[in-house]
């Protein structure tokens, strides 16, 4: 039986723990959120009857500034998932030493079921029953799973009612009319690309020799293919939810944006021009791939950006890169880990690859309190060093305890929390 997201996220803590000889005490408070808030939400349906959902916020640890983290609408959202999540999250915001701490929210919903109306109401009853301990110098909401700009609008404004006065750090990942940030859309990708190039430095893989598979045309895997191809990388190998393309010579990742647009899928992507589907096998050097498949090719470096659990314990053995950039959330599973490690390849955590997404959501919350607006040159003039720095220390921590990357992001990661809470004693 597979262990719990919370089990997971204090199988890390203890291995960190243990490499740091961390002290007992910190060790003891972390292992737990400061505290959980359940709610109940009632919500007059547009039938006019009246259906209660249930909410969640966790706020993990705040010693090294406000709360941070998402709030997902899904119908698979719970307690253990969201103590878990921001956990996590306090793990990446002290990797990458932004002064935030760890939280995370969500409904059990499955939002496509709700009118618009039915959204709103929902997203502002849910706010009414946490707004007392949300605030821009308390706990910092986000969109995360299914929740967008407009619903973070919608919470704020319910906040600001209820408080009654302004507070537009209270919520960032808003729309950039209600003081969004520039550069937020693309801001998970472009801190991976960082990462991406100070890695390659280290192990001498030259970008325009050096192949990349990436799983997952989202928002971030779309992004870092477009970015990275731009820098001279070669993108060999792309996926959506329905599988993907191989090419080894190269694939043309503005050809492959221009199908995703038009609502297309990348099966039917070959050697630079659209075909159907039955006409690919005879289409030349360029194949198919599921989404399992694309995992195993000959690359230098794998992106996995699409879902949790993609490299497991019965796959890991047949990854063939050199090195795994995780921009998904919890792609591979500790299993995996050990496996991987074993065989040499270097697995860059998602607490540091995609970090850069609550960086400039950081940086949304302070041009909000501090009452600045940063152009997009700026967001990432400030983004570049501070992912470069973040990715030198891990790097540095891996190096010093003989480590994989993901153990020595949590030792940097709980040495500043860790350092933080003796300075308070708790």
Same mark, same amino acid.
């Given at each position: 039986?597979?262990?719990?997201?919370?089990?997971?996220?204090?199988?890390?803590?203890?291995?960190?723990?243990?490499?740091?000889?961390?002290?007992?005490?910190?060790?003891?408070?972390?292992?737990?959120?400061?505290?959980?808030?359940?709610?109940?939400?009632?919500?007059?349906?547009?039938?006019? +009857?009246?259906?209660?959902?249930?909410?969640?916020?966790?706020?993990?640890?705040?010693?090294?500034?406000?709360?941070?983290?998402? %709030?997902?609408?899904?119908?698979? *959202?719970?307690?253990? #998932? *969201?103590?878990?999540?921001?956990?996590?999250?306090?793990?990446?915001?002290? !990797?990458?030493?932004?002064?935030?701490?760890?939280?995370?929210?969500?409904? %059990?919903?499955?939002?496509?079921?709700?009118? *618009?109306?039915?959204?709103?109401?929902?997203?502002?009853?849910?706010?009414?029953?946490?707004?007392?301990?949300?605030?821009?110098?308390?706990?910092?909401?986000?969109?995360?799973?299914? /929740?967008?700009?407009?619903?973070?609008?919608?919470?704020?404004?319910?906040?600001?009612?209820?408080?009654?006065?302004?507070?537009?750090?209270?919520?960032?990942?808003?729309?950039?009319?209600?003081?969004?940030?520039?550069?937020? +859309?693309?801001?998970?990708?472009?801190?991976?690309?960082? *990462?991406?190039?100070?890695?390659?430095?280290?192990?001498?893989?030259?970008?325009?020799? !050096?192949?990349?598979?990436?799983?997952?045309?989202?928002?971030?895997?779309?992004?870092?293919?477009?970015?990275?191809?731009? +820098?001279?990388?070669?993108?060999?190998?792309?996926?959506?939810?329905?599988?993907?393309?191989?090419?080894?010579?190269?694939?043309?990742?503005?050809?492959?944006?221009?199908?995703?647009?038009?609502?297309?899928?990348?099966?039917?992507?070959?050697?630079?021009?659209?075909?159907?589907?039955? +006409?690919?096998?005879? &289409?030349?050097?360029?194949?198919?791939?599921?989404?399992?498949?694309?995992?195993?090719?000959?690359?230098?470096?794998?992106?996995?950006?699409?879902? #949790?659990?993609?490299?497991?314990?019965?796959?890991?053995?047949?990854?063939?890169?050199?090195?795994?950039?995780?921009? &998904?959330?919890?792609?591979? /599973?500790?299993?995996?880990?050990?496996?991987?490690?074993?065989?040499?390849?270097?697995?860059?955590?998602?607490?540091?690859?995609?970090?850069?997404?609550?960086?400039?959501?950081?940086?949304?919350?302070?041009?909000?309190?501090?009452?600045?607006?940063?152009?997009?040159?700026?967001?990432?003039?400030?983004?570049?060093?501070?992912?470069?720095?973040?990715?030198? #220390?891990?790097?540095? !921590?891996?190096?010093?305890?003989?480590?994989?990357?993901?153990?020595?992001?949590?030792?940097?990661? %709980?040495?500043?929390?860790?350092?933080?809470?003796?300075?308070?004693?708790?």
């Amino acid at each position: 039986m597979s262990q719990s997201a919370f089990d997971n996220a204090m199988s890390q803590l203890d291995k960190a723990a243990k490499v740091m000889n961390l002290d007992k005490d910190i060790h003891e408070v972390l292992k737990q959120p400061d505290r959980v808030l359940t709610v109940a939400v009632p919500v007059k349906m547009d039938s006019g +009857e009246v259906k209660v959902f249930t909410g969640f916020r966790s706020q993990f640890n705040n010693a090294l500034g406000p709360y941070k983290g998402g %709030i997902r609408y899904h119908h698979n *959202v719970s307690l253990d #998932e *969201v103590k878990a999540l921001s956990f996590w999250m306090m793990i990446k915001c002290a !990797t990458v030493n932004i002064p935030m701490g760890g939280g995370k929210g969500g409904i %059990i919903v499955n939002p496509k079921e709700l009118s *618009v109306g039915e959204l709103e109401r929902m997203s502002r009853g849910f706010m009414a029953k946490i707004w007392r301990n949300v605030g821009s110098q308390i706990d910092v909401p986000a969109p995360d799973v299914y /929740t967008t700009p407009q619903i973070m609008g919608w919470m704020r404004n319910e906040y600001e009612k209820l408080l009654g006065h302004a507070d537009p750090g209270v919520i960032t990942g808003k729309a950039i009319a209600d003081g969004g940030s520039e550069g937020r +859309e693309t801001a998970t990708a472009q801190g991976g690309v960082y *990462v991406v190039k100070e890695i390659a430095k280290k192990l001498n893989l030259e970008p325009g020799k !050096t192949t990349v598979a990436i799983q997952g045309m989202g928002n971030v895997g779309g992004f870092m293919a477009k970015i990275l191809s731009k +820098e001279g990388y070669k993108i060999v190998a792309l996926s959506d939810s329905k599988g993907g393309v191989y090419n080894e010579e190269g694939l043309d990742i503005n050809k492959a944006e221009e199908i995703k647009k038009a609502g297309g899928m990348l099966g039917c992507y070959c050697l630079g021009d659209v075909c159907k589907l039955e +006409e690919m096998p005879s &289409a030349g050097p360029c194949r198919h791939v599921s989404n399992e498949e694309i995992l195993e090719l000959p690359v230098d470096i794998l992106v996995p950006s699409a879902l #949790e659990n993609q490299i497991t314990a019965e796959n890991a053995d047949r990854i063939k890169a050199k090195v795994v950039i995780e921009m &998904a959330n919890g792609p591979t /599973t500790p299993e995996a880990d050990e496996i991987l490690h074993s065989k040499g390849v270097i697995v860059a955590p998602d607490v540091l690859c995609n970090a850069g997404g609550v960086t400039v959501s950081y940086y949304e919350w302070y041009q909000n309190v501090h009452n600045e607006k940063w152009s997009e040159a700026q967001v990432f003039g400030k983004l570049e060093p501070l992912m470069v720095q973040s990715f030198n #220390e891990v790097w540095e !921590t891996k190096e010093k305890y003989n480590v994989p990357m993901r153990t020595a992001a949590f030792v940097k990661a %709980i040495e500043r929390v860790g350092a933080r809470m003796l300075d308070v004693r708790f």
